[in-house]
């Protein structure tokens, strides 16, 4: 396995971690992104690599800095 194939799995975790924490359901979430609960699922699970851009959606709708997400 590659070195950077974790990182959509640690991202996955954190974003995960952070929603449930402010109590967004994952479906909220997606919606506010901007993408569908499938997608939302498959990102907290590491299974797709999300965009920038989404990735910046999402800390934009969790009130994050980009950064705090790796």
Do not use: C, H, W
């Amino acid at each position: 396995m590659r070195k950077n194939a974790k990182l959509p799995k640690i991202l996955g975790k954190r974003i995960q971690k952070i929603r449930k924490g402010i109590g967004l359901t994952q479906e909220e979430l997606a919606e506010k992104v901007g993408i569908s609960r499938a997608y939302m699922g498959y990102i907290e699970q590491g299974r797709y690599s999300a965009s920038l851009e989404v990735i910046e959606k999402i800390a934009k709708v969790l009130r994050i800095k980009i950064s705090d997400l790796f």
